[in-house]
């Protein structure tokens, strides 16, 4: 096999100006990891304790958490998809596309976020080993490589493909939900080697046959017409604006490092939490949870764009593109929201707090960050290193903007209490609904607020 893609992609990893900074940031993340092992292992100690008592005890029980998880962890792979590849240019030196779709299924198993999900699951099976036995990490490994590679191929494949992937998917979860097969049998059929080597080979084989359709389809010198006129397809996750935005995310240090950070306290905070944990930590670490890519990346907005804000703002429309942003986050949201429920459910939480939160950032706390980004002029410099940089960070509207996200909640809720009493939090859920039902006023007057500044912004991101 010519291994040209390989190489490339790695020396574009190990020439990069932040990879310096990567490798030491890396080796202080392993000496903190070894320093904590002990905490780590009594929180996974006092989880798994606590799942067990909710499925039941020992390892049937502890199966059907697993089925739930690699269930989540597939739907997530199927909807969220990877940026295309730009693999087109290699086949100017004339290599097989075989080959180089290989390649890529190789390189593209091996980035941060497939690196976390592994790393977060480790510490659990070692505490679980007893129950599982050794054969169950291939198992588990097996499991989500498998999902990786179903996702690969429902993003490539054809619309026909992915209709009969998702009526095929939804057969076996009826099957399941409704217990034609009991779901105990269904579980001991699924966590076997035989069944697992059968996914994995079915997910690889499909996979790379859909990634070598695509790039025949994208040899160079066939141009596809991008189209920006997105009309009412705005909540389509075809949306060029969409994948804009994920490419954004997916292909620089920065903003990956923000959704990885993002991603980490969602995992870590909520099981801090107790039934008897003060209603106002609750309300903290559960806003937190349901708006952490707005907080993390939404709050600095269109500085992300700066680089490129000419091209946007001559091909797209303002409207259009506060729509998608606002679906964009939404759907953020509601991906902290789903991951909150399980520690809610197992730690016995307020599911009514919960659902308050999402309601309350879905409705004022985006609308709030998208007016608030026609204050921020700043550009941020996409090219930089990640490590300990803080283009941007400073600014006067994003520290207004900052304190506006994370106090207003509070302020609300000291605001409820006098009428609403220990159900104040329900108060934001209605602030929010009331968002909810004004946002189309609420996006008509930011597009027109930004369509006056766009000029102004234009050229305080060229200086």
Same mark, same amino acid.
Request: proline share 3%; glycine share 6%; hydrophobic share 50%.
């Given at each position: ?15 990069? $100006? ?18 904590? +092992? ?19 005890? &020992? ?22 998809? $990877? ?15 075989? @080959? ?6 190789? *390189?593209? !198993? ?17 505490? =679980? ?20 590679? =179903?996702?690969?191929?429902?993003? /490539? ?16 979860? @009826? ?56 009309? $009412? ?92 942003? /606002?679906?964009? /986050?939404? &759907?953020?949201?509601?991906? &902290? ?13 307020? +599911? ?12 004022? =706390? ?11 002029? *700043? ?14 960070? !400073? *600014?006067?509207?994003?520290?207004? *903007?900052? !304190? ?22 329900? &108060? ?36």
């Amino acid at each position: 096999m010519n291994l040209f893609y390989l190489k490339h992609h790695y020396l574009s990893i190990v020439r990069s $100006r932040s990879f310096g900074g990567e490798v030491i940031a890396f080796i202080i993340l392993i000496v903190l990891a070894k320093q904590s +092992i002990p905490a780590i292992h009594s929180s996974v100690d006092s989880f798994v304790e606590r799942v067990s008592s909710f499925f039941g005890s &020992g390892e049937a029980n502890f199966k059907l958490f697993l089925l739930v998880y690699f269930s989540s962890d597939l739907a997530i792979k199927l909807f969220f998809k $990877r940026p295309s590849p730009k693999m087109k240019y290699y086949l100017l030196w004339t290599n097989n596309v075989s @080959s180089i779709s290989g390649q890529y299924m190789i *390189t593209s !198993l091996f980035g941060i976020v497939p690196f976390f999900m592994v790393a977060c699951f480790l510490p659990i099976y070692s505490k =679980t080993f007893e129950w599982l036995g050794s054969e169950y990490l291939l198992i588990i490994v097996g499991l989500w490589v498998s999902n990786f590679y =179903t996702g690969l191929l429902f993003q /490539y494949s054809t619309r026909k493909i992915q209709l009969a992937g998702i009526l095929l998917l939804a057969a076996i979860a @009826s099957i399941v939900l409704f217990n034609i097969i009991p779901v105990v049998h269904f579980v001991d059929l699924l966590f076997t080697p035989t069944v697992v080597l059968i996914l994995l080979a079915l997910s690889v084989a499909g996979s790379f046959y859909s990634v070598r359709n695509y790039l025949k389809k994208r040899i160079v010198g066939q141009k596809k017409k991008f189209q920006f006129s997105i009309g $009412r397809s705005w909540i389509n996750f075809r949306n060029p604006l969409f994948q804009l935005e994920w490419a954004l995310i997916a292909r620089n240090k920065r903003t990956r490092s923000n959704l990885l950070m993002g991603m980490l306290s969602i995992l870590i905070l909520p099981f801090l939490l107790e039934k008897e944990s003060p209603e106002i930590l609750m309300l903290l670490i559960m806003m937190f949870c349901t708006s952490f890519f707005i907080i993390q990346h939404g709050v600095y907005s269109l500085g992300w764009e700066g680089t490129y804000f000419d091209f946007l703002v001559t091909n797209v429309s303002i409207r259009e593109f506060l729509k998608s942003r /606002y679906i964009f /986050y939404v &759907g953020t949201s509601i991906v &902290g929201f789903v991951l909150f429920l399980i520690p809610t459910i197992v730690n016995k939480l307020d +599911i009514g707090m919960l659902v308050s939160m999402l309601l309350y950032n879905v409705g004022i =706390t985006i609308p709030l960050v998208l007016y608030r980004s026609a204050f921020n002029s *700043t550009k941020i410099e996409l090219s930089e290193n990640s490590f300990m940089n803080y283009n941007g960070m !400073l *600014t006067g509207p994003i520290m207004v *903007t900052s !304190l506006l996200v994370t106090l207003l909640p509070f302020i609300f809720y000291g605001l409820s209490q006098p009428f609403l009493a220990d159900h104040a939090v329900y &108060g934001l859920g209605a602030i929010g609904l009331i968002g909810l039902v004004l946002n189309s006023f609420f996006i008509r007057r930011i597009s027109s607020f930004l369509s006056r500044k766009k000029y102004h912004l234009s050229q305080s991101f060229k200086s």
